[in-house]
């Protein structure tokens, strides 16, 4: 793509803003695709990369509101529509960040180290309150900037009620009986969401159902990661594989 922009300036953006005006999302298979009417086959490593508006929707549903994106741009934000937002050219890792942050970093090393460290620290210094933050999946190499967990403090439940009849009462039992809580991971979301009536709008019931768990998180700190699966199969865009 970046040849493309070569050959005409200004093409990427107006691939873009075509997309958005078209009600697509601007995923970068997207734009490779209407740039070269091809598939786009492997990530490349390139930072430029724009959530699918679905799985910005789904952090915000999560995080209540977006406070802060430390590593945007003014086209990203007709998305996400973060409070505050930080530019390449402002440099996320300069500023101080706070509340709620969503942040889809750069995906090349050591950009993407240095963004998972300041989170890390931001949030240990008690000024980054929750975080939904992206990072690319590769299974033969170790990131830098993770952290060795202490599996000893894990806990694993097979079993446990929906939010609707008593998940919340059962977390709070677990938090009480642990020294300093921190992550809550629920896999699969369909096994502890409340039953949907019929009728139901699929998104509003997920909001509905979520939200009980935001505030949860909020109110005692801890990060709860939802793991929701939505298809077996290939995709173009890598964040619609498997989970979300």
Aim: aromatic share 8%; hydrophobic share 35%; with cysteine.
């Amino acid at each position: 793509m970046r040849d493309a922009e070569e050959e005409s300036p200004g093409r990427i953006r107006e691939v873009l803003d075509s997309l958005l005006a078209d009600g697509q999302e601007p995923t970068k298979a997207a734009v490779y695709r209407e740039i070269t009417g091809d598939r786009l086959s492997s990530f490349s490593g390139d930072n430029e990369w724009y959530t699918p508006g679905r799985y910005v929707e789904a952090a915000r549903a999560v995080l209540g509101s977006i406070d802060l994106d430390p590593a945007s741009s003014a086209i990203a934000q007709k998305t996400v529509e973060a409070a505050i937002f930080f530019t390449e050219k402002q440099d996320g890792l300069k500023q101080k960040w706070s509340g709620k942050v969503w942040c889809n970093p750069p995906y090349a090393n050591p950009q993407i180290q240095h963004f998972t460290d300041k989170l890390l620290s931001e949030y240990a210094a008690g000024n980054v309150t929750a975080a939904v933050m992206l990072t690319n999946n590769s299974g033969d190499t170790r990131h830098p900037g993770w952290r060795v967990i202490n599996l000893d403090r894990l806990t694993v439940r097979t079993i446990a009620p929906r939010i609707d009849t008593g998940l919340i009462a059962e977390l709070d039992k677990w938090r009480l009986g642990c020294t300093r809580p921190r992550l809550i991971i629920i896999d699969v979301f369909l096994k502890v969401r409340p039953l949907r009536k019929k009728g139901e709008d699929p998104y509003s019931a997920d909001y509905d159902a979520v939200t009980p768990l935001q505030r949860y998180a909020s109110e005692h700190r801890l990060a709860v990661v939802l793991v929701t699966h939505t298809r077996k199969m290939l995709a173009d865009d890598p964040l619609a594989l498997h989970c979300k």
